[in-house]
């Protein structure tokens, strides 16, 4: 019998309620940690897709306010800025306002020169040759049906009128996920129906950089080429410019890590109070393996294997369970249009594994440093 077997055979064999009610335990908090854990990413993964060569420019008063067309050229001329491409938010409502997904006018043929834009179903150049047209991200066509070379209606709100689009493609980006839940079309066909006053503006600049360590030089010369104008700018890398969003949650957001990390401290209480109480029944046995030969790091070790044994096994069962729960959870919340990009992600399966193991390990150190402290006399004479 090894240390390693005499550990197995302790931690679920002695006492099997007990063992079953704390591989339980553990199990809900690593699947509630694994939940946490992904809602988390999602809400951070438009930030993490932007990419370190891209900056943004918008009005400096606030994302609402346009800014004049005639800005691009004079980004253009900026030493270090390769491309410009320009976009507006269009708001609008497909059918029924529940059916919420962004939409963007865009200036298409700088756009798809900026962005990692890949076309599924339908062309490129047939997107680039029709005004009427639009193209829309896969998960949407998936989740309302649509297809290349359907009509696609919508009702527009901060651009008041009924607008119709041909679907010219399906598409989706390696790079970036919010791309397979959006619609894209012609900024040019907007600024040709809109007011006077409302013609030639813009909602923000995206901004390609040559060298991506010479972006903060290149946001500076921006800011300092609009500085007291009558539309001053505000650029930043497009990372800080998604994230803007995300703080928009921050109070949501600090709760989840907050409750993450609670969950770890409950699994360490359940599996403290386990191998605390396993070992306080064994105090005689453990006097007798010291007195047959057995050491203290010996009878650590068992102590610490336990703990770690019972963390695993309770910790890979949440996995699996979180697997179907996450994808389901994903699927619902995607239907809805809201925090899409949710499902199982091996690395957070990975990160939970290992932190179930250390945490078992650890919550077993008090008890098992207290186990091998003990004289052996007191051991054998303890008759619990």
Not at 4 to 26: D, E, M, P, S, Y
Not at 165 to 172: E, P, Q, S
Not at 227 to 236: L, Q
Request: glycine share 8%; charged share 20%; aromatic share 8%.
């Amino acid at each position: 019998m090894t240390l390693t077997g005499l550990a197995l055979r302790n931690a679920f064999l002695r006492n099997k309620t007990r063992a079953f009610l704390t591989v339980l335990g553990t199990m809900v908090a690593a699947l509630a940690f694994v939940f946490l854990r992904t809602v988390l990413a999602a809400w951070y993964a438009s930030s993490e897709a932007s990419a370190a060569d891209r900056v943004v420019t918008r009005n400096a008063i606030s994302i609402t306010q346009p800014l004049p067309l005639s800005y691009r050229d004079r980004i253009l001329r900026i030493p270090g800025v390769t491309k410009v491409t320009f976009s507006n938010w269009f708001g609008g409502v497909y059918k029924d306002p529940k059916n919420f997904f962004a939409k963007f006018a865009i200036d298409a043929p700088s756009a798809l020169e900026v962005f990692s834009i890949r076309f599924l179903d339908g062309t490129k150049q047939d997107f680039l040759s029709d005004r009427t047209s639009c193209i829309v991200g896969k998960r949407l066509a998936d989740r309302y049906g649509f297809k290349a070379g359907e009509a696609l209606p919508i009702q527009g709100d901060i651009y008041p009128g009924d607008w119709r689009f041909r679907i010219a493609a399906i598409v989706d980006s390696p790079d970036d996920e919010s791309v397979a839940n959006t619609m894209y079309f012609h900024w040019q066909r907007l600024n040709e129906v809109v007011p006077p006053q409302r013609k030639d503006l813009v909602g923000v600049y995206t901004v390609t950089v040559a060298d991506a360590s010479r972006s903060p030089e290149v946001v500076r010369q921006i800011d300092a080429l609009f500085a007291n104008s009558d539309n001053e700018t505000h650029t930043e890398t497009e990372k800080s410019f998604r994230l803007q969003f995300v703080q928009g949650s921050s109070a949501i957001i600090g709760a989840l890590e907050v409750v993450s990390g609670v969950i770890l401290l409950i699994m360490a209480l359940i599996l403290g109070n386990t191998l605390a109480m396993g070992l306080r029944e064994r105090t005689p046995e453990l006097g007798a393996m010291r007195a047959i030969g057995f050491l203290p790091r010996h009878v650590r070790a068992i102590a610490l294997t336990e703990g770690a044994l019972l963390g695993i096994v309770g910790g890979l069962l949440g996995v699996l369970i979180a697997r179907p729960v996450l994808i389901g959870f994903g699927k619902a919340l995607s239907s809805l249009g809201f925090l899409t990009g949710i499902g199982f992600k091996p690395g957070t399966a990975i990160l939970t594994l290992g932190c179930a193991a250390i945490i078992g390990a650890l919550a077993s150190a008090i008890p098992a440093w207290q186990a091998s402290r003990m004289q052996v006399v007191n051991a054998l004479r303890r008759q619990e």
